[in-house]
DNA sequence: ACTCGGTATCGATGAGTGTCAACATAGACA
DNA sequence: TGTCTATGTTGACACTCATCGATACCGAGT
């Protein structure tokens, strides 16, 4: 394997939209609908990945390097893993530029989990 | 024990509030807020209990009796086993009527991760 | 070409989790 | 009291996951 060889998950299209769900309320989720709302939930249920999260979307413009937010009380290499598991979860997106990584929310799949969680009350 | 035995983890005091966390654009998760924040994406991380949470949430009145709901494959142990973990979560509550037990949303709880997945749009 | 700092991957390990069968408990009703 | 149905609990097992040290990869300088 060379190098661009990531394919990237992409539970819902990553980048772009990515409706999937109406509110809960709305009606019961289908077994697929459930299973792919169930690995972004599980993305966002470790207290670093929660962290590591939140750190990149409290940055400005939404985006921060690596070497910015790795302080979480984890090893190096662990951080990388859960960076991943957030990408693969269609979360986060990143890009290199020159020495250093950037992670970038990915807004719209955000959007469809609070969509979802939103009992209109 | 006689019966109100439960003492329910009640990770936010369940029935209340649990403002919690802001949204997450507004600043770093603290660990401890991190910690409890996991607990709850953890429980609608399965996609089972997603399922489960789907058919009580879009059930009449917020609330279904686990007859009701427990056509989701897996076996009664296993049911009940998840809805245990909701409960703990403190994402429903439990009452038991006569021969039936009935589920209900914790509206407060589920609008918490609601709010904090709200990226301002 | 070599070195250096930043980041990703690999392999191992201990902890956690989903699932079921078997059993226990709680009301309802005879 | 005894039986029947609805739920919860227990114990066991397979599987996944979080974590780390070691190592590989990638750009930037020298």
């Not at 693969?88 to 290199?96: M, Q």
């Amino acid at each position: 394997m060379s190098k661009s060889e990531v394919v990237e998950l992409s539970v819902l299209d990553a980048g772009t939209v990515a409706p999937c769900c109406p509110p809960i309320t709305a009606g019961e989720l289908s077994q697929d609908d459930a299973e792919k709302m169930a690995v972004m939930f599980k993305a966002l249920s470790d207290p670093v990945r929660l962290r590591l999260f939140s750190k990149v979307a409290s940055h400005a413009g939404g985006e921060a390097c690596v070497c910015e937010i790795s302080d979480v009380g984890v090893s190096q290499p662990t951080v990388s893993h859960h960076l991943k598991k957030l990408r693969e979860a269609g979360l986060l997106t990143s890009e290199r530029r020159g020495t250093w990584v950037y992670y970038q929310v990915a807004p719209s799949v955000v959007a469809a989990m609070s969509a979802m969680l939103d009992l209109r009350s």
